[in-house]
Structure formats: structure tokens, C-alpha cells
């Protein structure tokens, strides 16, 4: 009897510090603790369904170091990475503006299927102000923009936005 083998996916994070993506990522891994600031490049699997995704975590305060660590992910993983999510926090239009300065580092690579995630939407609420992310969409040639609160929404929603973007079925 042969055993399927599994599909693998890689989805790589990229956004400045602070805008949640190790948030996002341990939310839809089903891990409880706070993040703390990432120093190095995380690299989380996760099954779903007969698809293997490798989740990856880049760290940078800044837009040259996010850049860097993708250069990293780009030497462990080739060509494979599948997904590009860039985040950024809807509160904080400094975070919405390095996502120009990260894109001109990574378009130097193969262009990937590409999505943008505006993060922190229980902030929004709060503080009533966000930074729309529509143009980003454009500029960084990505499918479409998702408005999500790493932190609040359920976490199924936050994968089946990653497995949507694959074109994976529903988890």
C-alpha cells in the first residue's frame, strides 16, 4: 500500500516589528503564550488537510532587516515559498509605508502569489482611526487586502485566509 504524499506549502510574514505577525501565526498554530519580540527567522509546520504548511516568521524593526531575513528564507526554502503575507498595523501608517521599502528589496526575487494583511483591527475599533490598505494592493501586485485582528478573530478564520490564498480548500 503507498501513502500519499503530502503537498508542502511555505508561507513567509513580512512587515516591520510590531505589526503581529508571530501573533497571526501562533493564533492559527493553536499556541496560548505571548509572543515576544522575534530575533530570528521562526519556521512553524502545520498540517491541513493533505497539505504540509511551513509558516515562516521574519524578524526586523525595520524594513532593510525584514528584507534580510526573507534573503534567509529565500536560501532555506528556494523558490518553494508560496505565499507572500505583508502586514501591517491599521493603526500605525509607518508600518503601511515600510511595506514599499520591504517590497523593493523582495521583488528582486521571483515573484510569489502575494496577499496584504491590515492587523489590529480591535485597535481601530477603539481608537476610531486605521490606515486603509487598498493602494498597497496595487503596488505590491498582491491578490487582495484581508482586514483582521490577529489577536481577536478566531483563529480558524486567520487559516482559512492563508488556505484561501493557496487555493486550498477550506480547513
Known sequence: ??????????????????????????????????????????????AVGNTELYLVDTPGQYAVEVAQRYYEAIKTFGTRL????????????ATYHAL?????????????????????????????YMTEGEDAVKWLNAARIYYVSALKDDPQKLLAIIAESLGLPPP
Open 1 to 46: 500500500m503507498f501513502r500519499r504524499r503530502k503537498e508542502t506549502r511555505t508561507v513567509v510574514f513580512l512587515g516591520v516589528g510590531g505589526v503581529g505577525k508571530t501573533t497571526y501565526i501562533y493564533r492559527v498554530l493553536g499556541i496560548t503564550k505571548q509572543p515576544r519580540v522575534t530575533r530570528r527567522p521562526g519556521v512553524y509546520q502545520l
Open 82 to 93: 508560496d505565499l507572500i503575507i505583508y502586514m501591517y498595523s491599521v493603526v500605525d501608517p
Open 100 to 128: 514599499w521599502d520591504i517590497e523593493t528589496w523582495v521583488s528582486r526575487y521571483p515573484p510569489h502569489r502575494k496577499i496584504v494583511a491590515g492587523n489590529k483591527m480591535d485597535l481601530f475599533e477603539e481608537l476610531g
